[in-house]
T-cell receptor
Framework: KAGVTQTPRYLIKTRGQQVTLSCSPISGHRSVSWYQQTPGQGLQFLFEYFSETQRNKGNFPGRFSGRQFSNSRSEMNVSTLELGDSALYLC??????????????FGPGTRLTVT | KQEVTQIPAALSVPEGENLVLNCSFTDSAIYNLQWFRQDPGKGLTSLLLIQSSQREQTSGRLNASLDKSSGRSTLYIAASQPGDSATYLCAVVGRTSGTYKYIFGTGTRLKVLA
């Protein structure tokens, strides 16, 4: 069974630009979550989607948004990029509709560098 | 506000040693706790998931325990190998203001010397 895939793996953008990252979950998984990982803040939860609806959201500004498609694939968008947005963005998928019940499986991440 | 702490931040041990990694959380109202490993520049690999009603989980050389009342979990690695070198992260799932959230610890960077 294929794992979680993320594209692109590496990205370099300029301040003020916007970026879209993509995540394909494991087949059959309906929940997709996004995380930001930085050396200073560690791993922080961005948001979670289930059945095309955002169900949970972390404490990030509105510049960070996402969506999920009917095939469970998800995209994350960051508008008006800032230097501090440079990070590893990780996507995770899980089977169920409750974070409390199912393990999360992570993709390899997208390394975003903002210059 | 839930806070998750992992001690030590870094650990270096000779091959073959048994070792314990610690994870502490401030709010005992969690739904589950999951241990991950992360290799440099890569995503996270799930190791063990412990539901709030469970006390421990085992997989191969790994054993994780959970004590909700004291806000602690430990990951025990038996007979460590150089391939175990990685950063180990614990994450708890709790509910805040009606929403579920994963809160990650800061990680323990493990190096197993051959």
């Amino acid at each position: 069974k294929a794992g979680v895939t993320q594209t692109p793996r590496y990205l370099i953008k300029t301040r003020g630009q916007q970026v879209t990252l993509s995540c394909s979950p494991i087949s059959g998984h309906r929940s997709v979550s996004w995380y930001q990982q930085t050396p200073g803040q560690g791993l922080q939860f961005l948001f979670e989607y289930f059945s095309e609806t955002q169900r949970n959201k972390g404490n990030f500004p509105g510049r960070f948004s996402g969506r999920q498609f009917s095939n469970s694939r998800s995209e994350m968008n960051v508008s008006t990029l800032e230097l501090g947005d440079s990070a590893l963005y990780l996507c995770a998928s899980s089977l169920g509709d409750r974070l409390s019940s199912y393990e999360q499986y992570f993709g390899p991440g997208t390394r975003l560098t903002v210059t | 506000k839930q806070e998750v702490t992992q001690i030590p931040a870094a650990l270096s041990v000779p091959e073959g040693e048994n070792l314990v990694l610690n994870c502490s959380f401030t709010d005992s109202a969690i739904y589950n706790l999951q241990w991950f490993r992360q290799d440099p520049g890569k995503g996270l690999t799930s190791l063990l998931l412990i539901q709030s009603s469970q006390r421990e989980q085992t997989s191969g050389r790994l054993n994780a325990s959970l004590d909700k009342s004291s806000g602690r979990s430990t990951l025990y690695i038996a007979a460590s190998q150089p391939g175990d070198s990685a950063t180990y992260l614990c994450a708890v799932v709790g509910r805040t203001s009606g929403t579920y959230k994963y809160i990650f610890g800061t990680g323990t960077r493990l190096k197993v010397l051959a």
